[in-house]
Protein backbone atom coordinates (compact mmCIF):
# COMPACT_ATOMS: atom_id res chain seq x y z
CA UNK A 1 0.00 0.00 0.00
CA UNK A 2 3.04 2.42 0.65
CA UNK A 3 4.41 1.44 -2.51
CA UNK A 4 1.13 2.71 -4.13
CA UNK A 5 1.11 5.90 -2.56
CA UNK A 6 4.76 6.66 -3.18
CA UNK A 7 3.65 5.52 -7.00
CA UNK A 8 1.07 7.89 -6.98
CA UNK A 9 2.95 10.74 -5.45
CA UNK A 10 6.01 10.57 -8.15
CA UNK A 11 3.42 10.58 -11.01
CA UNK A 12 2.13 13.94 -9.73
CA UNK A 13 4.91 15.63 -9.26
CA UNK A 14 6.17 14.52 -13.18
CA UNK A 15 2.91 16.20 -14.46
CA UNK A 16 2.83 19.07 -12.47
CA UNK A 17 7.26 19.64 -13.96
CA UNK A 18 6.15 18.48 -17.22
CA UNK A 19 3.20 21.10 -17.30
CA UNK A 20 5.15 23.86 -15.94
CA UNK A 21 7.85 23.00 -18.53
CA UNK A 22 5.92 22.98 -21.49
CA UNK A 23 4.11 26.07 -20.45
CA UNK A 24 7.38 27.68 -20.03
CA UNK A 25 8.45 26.88 -23.07
CA UNK A 26 5.28 28.47 -25.15
CA UNK A 27 6.40 31.40 -27.34
CA UNK A 28 4.34 34.87 -26.12
CA UNK A 29 3.16 37.20 -28.89
CA UNK A 30 4.76 39.91 -27.23
CA UNK A 31 6.34 42.20 -29.97
CA UNK A 32 6.39 46.64 -29.16
CA UNK A 33 5.44 48.41 -32.20
CA UNK A 34 7.41 52.28 -31.94
CA UNK A 35 6.75 54.73 -34.90
CA UNK A 36 9.66 56.47 -35.06
CA UNK A 37 8.91 58.60 -38.32
CA UNK A 38 7.77 61.31 -36.30
CA UNK A 39 11.35 62.59 -35.26
CA UNK A 40 13.04 64.92 -36.62
CA UNK A 41 17.11 64.20 -38.37
CA UNK A 42 20.09 65.46 -37.32
CA UNK A 43 21.34 68.15 -39.34
CA UNK A 44 24.99 67.64 -40.66
CA UNK A 45 27.66 69.79 -39.56
CA UNK A 46 30.50 70.79 -41.32
CA UNK A 47 33.68 70.61 -39.58
CA UNK A 48 35.48 73.19 -41.27
CA UNK A 49 32.99 76.31 -39.92
CA UNK A 50 34.53 74.79 -36.04
CA UNK A 51 38.29 75.11 -36.66
CA UNK A 52 38.16 78.67 -39.10
CA UNK A 53 37.04 80.10 -36.40
CA UNK A 54 39.81 82.61 -34.83
CA UNK A 55 40.22 81.81 -30.64
CA UNK A 56 42.31 84.47 -29.95
CA UNK A 57 40.32 88.10 -30.26
CA UNK A 58 41.91 91.19 -29.23
CA UNK A 59 40.06 90.78 -25.86
CA UNK A 60 42.58 88.26 -24.77
CA UNK A 61 45.67 89.72 -25.84
CA UNK A 62 44.74 92.73 -23.72
CA UNK A 63 44.86 90.32 -20.50
CA UNK A 64 47.71 88.28 -21.86
CA UNK A 65 50.49 91.08 -21.25
CA UNK A 66 49.34 91.89 -18.27
CA UNK A 67 50.05 88.72 -16.89
CA UNK A 68 53.03 87.94 -14.51
CA UNK A 69 55.80 85.33 -16.10
CA UNK A 70 56.48 82.61 -13.72
CA UNK A 71 59.87 82.70 -11.74
CA UNK A 72 62.65 80.28 -12.80
CA UNK A 73 62.38 77.00 -11.06
CA UNK A 74 65.67 76.89 -9.77
CA UNK A 75 64.61 79.53 -7.48
CA UNK A 76 60.89 78.13 -6.97
CA UNK A 77 63.33 74.90 -5.95
CA UNK A 78 65.35 76.37 -3.85
CA UNK A 79 62.92 77.43 -1.42
CA UNK A 80 61.10 73.97 -0.68
CA UNK A 81 63.15 70.90 0.61
CA UNK A 82 62.61 68.21 -1.81
CA UNK A 83 62.89 64.36 -1.03
CA UNK A 84 63.37 62.38 1.93
CA UNK A 85 65.31 59.62 2.19
CA UNK A 86 62.80 57.40 3.40
CA UNK A 87 59.63 57.72 1.61
CA UNK A 88 57.40 55.55 3.97
CA UNK A 89 59.03 58.11 6.73
CA UNK A 90 56.28 60.40 8.29
CA UNK A 91 58.65 63.16 8.01
CA UNK A 92 61.68 64.79 8.92
CA UNK A 93 62.61 65.87 12.48
CA UNK A 94 64.22 69.00 13.04
CA UNK A 95 67.23 69.42 15.81
CA UNK A 96 65.42 72.15 17.67
CA UNK A 97 62.55 69.95 17.77
CA UNK A 98 64.32 66.41 19.23
CA UNK A 99 64.42 67.74 22.51
CA UNK A 100 61.01 68.94 23.02
CA UNK A 101 59.57 65.93 21.18
CA UNK A 102 62.05 63.49 22.96
CA UNK A 103 61.07 62.44 26.46
CA UNK A 104 63.17 60.06 28.43
CA UNK A 105 60.63 58.06 30.92
CA UNK A 106 62.80 55.12 32.97
CA UNK A 107 65.72 53.15 33.30
CA UNK A 108 66.30 49.43 33.14
CA UNK A 109 69.82 47.55 33.57
CA UNK A 110 69.71 43.56 33.03
CA UNK A 111 72.75 41.31 33.10
CA UNK A 112 73.00 41.49 28.99
CA UNK A 113 72.08 45.24 27.88
CA UNK A 114 70.70 48.29 29.09
CA UNK A 115 67.74 49.73 28.25
CA UNK A 116 65.95 53.03 28.40
CA UNK A 117 62.46 53.56 28.06
CA UNK A 118 61.49 56.75 26.23
CA UNK A 119 58.00 58.58 23.89
CA UNK A 120 59.12 60.20 20.84
CA UNK A 121 56.40 62.06 18.72
CA UNK A 122 53.50 60.44 20.72
CA UNK A 123 54.94 56.72 20.22
CA UNK A 124 56.70 54.67 23.72
CA UNK A 125 59.01 52.00 23.87
CA UNK A 126 62.34 51.13 24.83
CA UNK A 127 65.82 51.98 23.18
CA UNK A 128 69.27 50.15 23.61
CA UNK A 129 72.79 51.28 23.13
CA UNK A 130 72.76 50.38 19.33
CA UNK A 131 69.72 52.01 18.40
CA UNK A 132 69.86 53.87 15.98
CA UNK A 133 66.91 56.14 14.57
CA UNK A 134 65.81 55.16 11.00
CA UNK A 135 67.41 51.80 10.92
CA UNK A 136 66.10 50.23 13.74
CA UNK A 137 63.64 52.11 15.89
CA UNK A 138 61.29 54.59 15.22
CA UNK A 139 61.59 56.25 18.57
CA UNK A 140 64.53 58.53 17.42
CA UNK A 141 64.47 60.62 14.77
CA UNK A 142 66.42 59.36 11.31
CA UNK A 143 69.71 59.81 12.18
CA UNK A 144 70.45 59.92 15.58
CA UNK A 145 72.50 57.24 17.47
CA UNK A 146 72.03 56.08 21.69
CA UNK A 147 75.85 56.86 22.38
CA UNK A 148 75.88 55.49 25.98
CA UNK A 149 73.76 54.98 29.04
CA UNK A 150 74.43 55.51 32.31
CA UNK A 151 72.16 54.03 34.83
CA UNK A 152 74.13 55.25 37.84
CA UNK A 153 73.94 58.82 36.56
CA UNK A 154 70.34 58.49 34.83
CA UNK A 155 71.56 60.03 31.89
CA UNK A 156 71.19 59.36 28.21
CA UNK A 157 73.33 60.49 25.89
CA UNK A 158 72.26 60.40 22.07
CA UNK A 159 74.26 61.62 18.71
CA UNK A 160 72.26 63.69 16.54
CA UNK A 161 73.66 65.95 13.45
CA UNK A 162 76.79 66.12 14.47
CA UNK A 163 75.76 67.17 18.80
CA UNK A 164 75.11 65.05 21.59
CA UNK A 165 72.39 65.36 23.86
CA UNK A 166 72.10 64.50 27.08
CA UNK A 167 69.06 63.51 28.57
CA UNK A 168 68.51 62.63 32.52
CA UNK A 169 65.91 61.12 34.28
Known amino acids: MVKALNRIQK ?27 NLPKPKPVKINEKVDKN ?16 SPR ?3 LS ?26 TGFLNTDIKKYVFVSYLGKEGAISEDSIGGLNTN ?6 KVKNIDTKKRQLKISFDNEDFIFEF
Do not use: H, Y
Open 74 to 76: EKL
Open 139 to 144: LLPNGA
Open 55 to 70: IVNEDNQFLVKDLVPF
Open 79 to 104: KFKVGKKNPFSEGETKVNQFSTDFKL
Open 11 to 37: NILFMAFSSILLFSCSSKNSSINIDLS
